[in-house]
């Protein structure tokens, strides 16, 4: 389906059933070459371990360097697609194409999150000291109206990084197959994301139930939910941005 990654496509609405059929193609797509995309998510999960083991330094080139991994998963699943084997090498493409708009996106994602942990930090502080203010002079009416304040936070937040979650979902694959430029890339993400609510939130329901599921192997689930994270990502990109 080369087309579709034509610079003009535009994205479209599909049904919440959707979901499910990115599910079962990336399914299908992981089975042509399981071998290769465990030994992909067992590199990236060594890599991403060594990587936020260094001091502060590890905290900020992790979030830049995911959406330059995910363009190497996308080149790769695109390249089985069409017929050909991927290679360990391919991981890695991403470095070698669409480095600096990747970087720029996973910034863009980085600094946004940064923004959300601050609005609930500063939120969550003053309905504490409120609280506390309120717990001394009302008893525990004041405790309980912090409480109140502290869930409202919590839900923001969780709303927040919904937003950019849809932000970004199709962003590295607008910069790889695209070349839209990354704001550009992250605009139109969230704007296919808006118009496709109903089969992304079933997605996340899906993509819940597996994480679970993966916690239940002791992590080792997560060899296979990691690629086929990767491969849903590429096939609901197809569905959604395909050429009219």
């Known amino acids: 389906m080369d087309e579709l990654t034509s610079s003009t496509a535009q994205s479209r609405t599909v049904g919440a059933g959707h979901a499910v059929d990115w599910w079962k193609q990336a399914w299908a797509l992981f089975m042509r070459a399981p071998g290769m995309w465990v030994v992909y998510a067992i590199i990236f999960i060594i890599a991403a371990l060594l990587i936020g083991s260094i001091p502060l330094l590890g905290q900020v080139a992790l979030p830049l360097l995911i959406p330059v991994v995910f363009g190497g998963w996308l080149l790769a699943a695109r390249k089985l697609e069409s017929g050909e084997k991927p290679a360990v090498g391919d991981l890695f ?132 939910l990691l690629p086929i994270l990767a491969l849903t990502m590429w096939v609901s990109y197809q569905d959604i941005f395909a050429a009219p």
Do not use: C
């Open 93 to 224: 493409s991403g470095f070698d194409q669409h480095l600096t708009p990747l970087l720029v996106v996973g910034a863009i994602n980085m600094g946004a999150s940064i923004v959300v942990a601050i609005v609930a930090a500063v939120v969550g502080t003053g309905a504490m000291f409120g609280g506390m203010a309120s717990g001394m002079a009302e008893s525990g009416a004041g405790m309980m109206a912090a409480a109140g304040v502290g869930m409202i936070a919590m839900l923001l937040m969780f709303v927040m990084f919904v937003l950019i979650g849809m932000a970004m979902w199709f962003a590295p694959a607008l910069v790889v197959f695209q070349q839209r430029p990354p704001v550009e890339a992250v605009k139109a993400s969230f704007a296919a994301a808006m118009k496709n609510i109903p089969a992304l939130a079933l997605f996340s329901v899906i993509n819940l139930l597996a994480a679970a599921l993966a916690m239940l192997t002791f992590g080792l689930g997560w060899l296979v």
